[in-house]
């Protein structure tokens, strides 16, 4: 029976839960997600933890923070003036921004606090910092090559086969 390895395009039903038992996320009610190992397109110790299984196999890991989505740090939260979003921004607690930095890199920011003069953003992963219990299922090996092609545009909400 064939076992994944680096290389394989794999599909795997997961449900996500935190130390309480809360689910904060499963592919359960729709598709598989699917990546290719070795990639570096998911967290680390999802992916390391799919080697080896074969079709059918279940497992329950449990991943540190830097296995997950890192530590938080209050390094990636920042105060910056509200006029930096030009004149009709307005700022909802909790919201999220994508937002590109100087140096190139993208990032979600959630607005933790904000006034008339300043916004407080978080920079963190929603998940940084947590211990993350997964369930995985593996449902298939495929050779890389059949990565499935989006074809929607509309990014991956409007489709469930793009696997982020």
Known sequence: MAVVKKGDLVFVHYTGKFDSGEVFDTSADGSPLYFIVGEGDIIEGFETAVLGMSVGDKKAIVLSPTQGYGDYSEERV?????????????PIKDQQLALQMENGERVIATIVTFDDESVTLDMNHPLAGKTLHFDLELMDIKDASEMPMSSCGDGCSSCSGCGH
């Open 78 to 90: 920042i105060t910056t003036q509200r006029e930096n979003f030009g004149d009709e921004f307005e």
